[in-house]
């Protein structure tokens, strides 16, 4: 059964940058795309930004021009950089894979913007 692993939220200051990652545990697939997506309790989860295989990328309009979505595919990683960090980034990030008939999830790993 695949499962993915985030890591890399935290606490950061309103201008200031993280970079989460997210991997497919023991290599237990080949994800075509991944992504990330964000949700705050009690709003629906929204898209933050895609990446297939061969690197084509799509974004969410708030968050373009800020954040870059890039992976890895020996190591069934994605990574998201986040510059330029807002308060209104403030969310839970969960890490989606693809494997071309299922969806795979996270567990989420939460990004604090806040002085």
């Known amino acids: 059964q695949g499962q993915l692993v985030e890591s890399g939220g935290g606490l950061v200051q309103p201008g200031g940058s993280l970079r989460i990652s997210c991997t497919v545990s023991?290599?237990?697939?080949?994800?075509?795309?991944m992504g990330w997506h964000r949700q705050v309790p009690g709003k629906q989860r929204e898209v933050v930004a895609i990446?297939?295989?061969?690197?084509?990328?799509v974004y969410a309009d708030s968050v373009k021009g800020r954040f870059t979505i890039s992976r890895d595919n020996a190591k069934a990683t994605v990574f998201l950089q986040m510059n330029n960090l807002k308060p209104e980034d403030t969310d839970r990030y969960y890490c989606?894979?693809?494997?071309?008939?299922?969806?795979?999830w996270g567990q989420g790993t939460q990004v604090t913007v806040s002085t």
């Open positions: 989606q894979a693809y494997n071309g008939t299922q969806y795979y």
């Open positions: 023991q290599n237990s697939f080949i994800p075509s795309n």
């Open positions: 990446i297939t295989r061969a690197g084509l990328t």
